[in-house]
């Protein structure tokens, strides 16, 4: 019972905190320089809208509470309800992956492409040609190992030259998962990570590996938690910015004013800030990701009552009927896979 509460006071704390810092906060910034400069009286004119909703407040309310500032936090709140459930609808877009967003960001995405083409892309075919002879491997009983040695000398030849260049991963090595966007590269490197490295898919494991890091690390968890506020905080203010960069060139080609052209140039300033910050608290987000992955699996496969995997090409095929069993529903695919024994805890305790 005491579980239970612990976990619906630490739900609502997150979700009290995700509103107030990545829906409210975010909201309050556009809707006040909309208020108090794009549609005030000195920049609009005749075209001013006085904004409030709260005319019978003629004193400041508490002594502090103008009508105009009720309606600017009033307003607020009620945009940033609309703005938390879009979050998934907002992260797409910053990614590029929206409809018909790959072609309006063509020249970007080609430039990713060209780049992953010279990087990635042989790393990827080298990786594909050493799978298939794995699933060959698999199927027959045979191993090729002179084939699997050159293979595997191609890779770490490949490896080292890209390192050279570029020691941190920028692309993914799925070409169907390269975005028009940094952001959106970002996301995929940490989504696949998992599955390159152990035949795991993120989407469908990640909630298992979250129930073990919330009993093993929950420290680890929330660093994780911590890091996806501030990716949503700084991308909705990077998507404030952009719209209100859109509104200064608007408003100042139809106004004929100087003062919009500079308003959308400092947020053009801020919404280049806030994106490339997104971007890194990604890259941040997913080396915490990633170590839950790496040093906790092996308890989700203890959870599902299996033996620990010889190698990791092992685990590759583990992982993967798992998640098909997952998936699908069919039992066969667990039922292939090995159950763990006493002599597995055994084993385990002597390695502790």
């Known amino acids: 019972m005491d579980d239970l509460t612990d976990f619906v006071e630490g739900l609502i704390n997150q979700l009290g905190r995700s509103f107030f810092f990545a829906g409210f906060l975010p909201i309050i910034v556009g809707v006040a320089i909309n208020q108090y400069i794009i549609f005030a ?47 998934l609808f907002v992260i797409k877009l910053f990614e590029g992956q929206m409809p018909s967003m790959k072609a309006i960001l063509f020249p970007f995405f080609l430039r990713h ?4 083409n010279q990087h990635y ?24 190992f002179d084939a699997r040695f050159a293979l595997e000398e191609g890779l770490n030849s490949l490896h080292t030259q890209k ?36 035949g795991m898919d993120s989407v469908v494991f990640w909630p298992y590996i979250r129930m073990i890091l919330s009993k093993e690390n929950p420290a680890l968890l929330t660093q994780i938690d911590n890091l996806k506020l501030l990716i949503d905080v700084v991308t909705h203010l990077a998507m404030v910015m952009g719209i209100l960069v859109l509104e200064g060139l ?56 299996l033996s620990r995997p010889v190698d990791l090409d092992d685990e590759y095929w583990v992982w993967s009927r798992l998640s098909a069993f997952i998936r699908r529903g069919e039992p066969f695919y667990f039922d292939m896979l090995s159950r763990a024994t006493d002599d597995d805890e055994e084993d385990k305790d002597e390695i502790s």
């Open 163 to 198: 390192e050279k260049k570029e020691p941190v991963q920028a692309l993914p090595y799925s070409r169907d998962r390269l975005a028009p966007t940094l952001y959106g590269n970002a996301w995929a490197v940490m989504e696949e990570y998992p599955l390159t490295r152990y």
């Open 250 to 305: 608007i408003f100042g080609v139809l106004r004929l004013q100087a003062g919009m052209f500079v308003m959308a140039l400092i947020c053009l300033v801020f919404f280049l800030g806030f994106y490339h910050a997104g971007v890194n608290y990604i890259r941040l987000m997913g080396i915490s990701v990633a170590q839950g992955f790496d040093l906790y699996r092996l308890d989700l496969l203890k959870a599902f009552g």
């Open 41 to 87: 009286p000195p920049y609009a004119g005749d075209e001013a809208v006085i904004w409030n909703f709260f005319p019978m407040v003629t004193s400041p309310w508490l002594g502090l509470f103008s009508g105009e500032l009720l309606t600017t936090i009033v307003l607020s709140l009620g945009l940033a309800l609309v703005l938390i459930p879009l979050n």
């Open 121 to 144: 892309g042989p790393i990827a075919a080298r990786r594909a040609e050493r799978l298939a002879l794995l699933q060959e491997a698999e199927e027959t009983g045979e191993q090729n």
């Open 113 to 116: 492409k060209q780049h992953y």
